[in-house]
């Protein structure tokens, strides 16, 4: 097909293998250098002239829809990547408690004080990045505080996919506007990182920043223990795992599960509790199993999202085949893909 012309429709597909560094033009719009042997697949699906190298095509037939061309250095922001791609209809959903805070190390009720994470938490960070350094990303959500967000950001740093997250300003008009990227080739190598409080750890109330010890010292080990796992008691002034389920699945239900089913791979770095409250719903725990449920930091899960299930695969071990990629087939396909990328 080299040097020809060739005649596409609309809606067709096509893998291209570049035999040396290629530029690719999808419409007018140059897309990329592509390095040699990279495999490509351009979706078609808008009429125009297509070129990839010496090759053109000539894709005829309107439609409506955006074009894409989907490869593992070529994803563009909208929903059609290979990363997220709807080919498939399963997605990974990666859950990360936040390596270990200050507080945690000092043993104090920590709750919305917004603390820092350790050395060791960085560290538990890092270590958490590369386990799921082979799974797909789309999104990040993240609670509002800064624990959650370092966690994410730093296992980030570890992902072989190398996109960057950035934190989206969604607070007002300006926010959004003051922080607009204005390539778009920028924003398809970027992560959309999105924050909410609704991802917050549970208010702990009138505990916040009292030594956990000390209060159990002083209100009693039973009473500190209903406090810190009973389902529907609140702390002093403070939320019930409940009241913090309410708020949390509400989010998970109305904000990321729908960027789940439309074929997105996400990432929520956020709290032992908010992050109980989600797995209660994930995995339809009763509340009388969600007390028992226990998170440590750093320690990655994850699950896949397939025919509107979800499924449990537990905490990647390494980023090895026996660790995680055995897992489903679509992960194998996605490592091979960045293995060919990087090699
Ligand atoms: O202090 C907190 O905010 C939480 C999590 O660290 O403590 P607990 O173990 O009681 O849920």
Redesign the pocket.
């Known amino acids: 097909m080299a040097n020809a012309m060739l005649q596409q429709t609309v809606g067709g597909t096509l893998q291209l293998l570049s035999n040396s560094r290629t530029h690719c033009n999808v419409g007018n719009r140059s897309v990329r250098l592509l390095p040699k042997g990279f495999k490509l697949e351009v979706e078609f699906s808008k009429r125009g002239i297509y070129s990839s190298g010496k090759r053109k095509f000539n894709v005829i037939q309107a439609s409506t829809s955006q074009t894409s061309v989907v490869g593992p250095l070529l994803a563009p922001s909208s929903s059609d990547t290979v990363d997220s791609h709807m080919k498939s209809n399963e997605v990974a959903l990666i859950l990360i408690r936040h390596g270990e805070s200050l507080?945690?190390e000092k043993n104090l009720?920590?709750?919305c004080a917004d603390v820092p994470l350790t050395n060791k938490g960085v560290e538990e960070a890092i270590e958490a990045g590369h386990r799921i350094s082979n799974i797909p990303v789309d999104m990040i959500y993240t609670s509002s505080l800064i624990r959650a967000q370092m966690t994410a950001m730093l296992a980030m740093t570890r992902h072989r996919r190398k996109k960057v997250p950035i934190i989206l300003h969604n607070e007002d008009e300006r926010a959004r506007a003051w922080s607009k990227i204005y390539s778009e080739d920028t924003i398809e190598q970027s992560i959309p990182v999105i924050t909410s409080w609704k991802l917050n750890?549970?208010m702990?109330g009138e505990l916040q920043g009292l030594n956990k010890q000390e209060t159990a010292d002083k209100f009693g080990h039973e009473k500190v223990h209903e406090w810190?796992r009973s389902y529907d008691i609140p702390p002093p002034n403070g939320e019930s795992l409940e009241m913090c389920a309410e708020r949390a699945v509400a989010y998970f239900r109305d904000n990321i599960e729908p960027q789940l089913l439309s074929g997105k791979n996400i990432l929520i770095s956020a709290?032992?509790?908010s992050l109980r409250s989600i797995i209660m719903y994930l995995d339809k725990l009763t509340s009388q199993e969600v007390i028992t449920l226990e998170l440590s930091t750093g320690i990655p899960m994850l699950y896949i999202f397939k025919e509107g299930k979800f499924i449990r695969r537990g905490s990647p071990v390494a980023p090895t085949e026996a660790g995680v990629y055995a897992y489903t087939r679509r992960l194998a396909q996605y490592r091979q893909k960045l293995d060919d990328m990087l090699t």
Do not use: A, L, S
């Open positions: 507080w945690n009720f920590t709750g750890e549970r702990y810190r709290h032992g509790n």
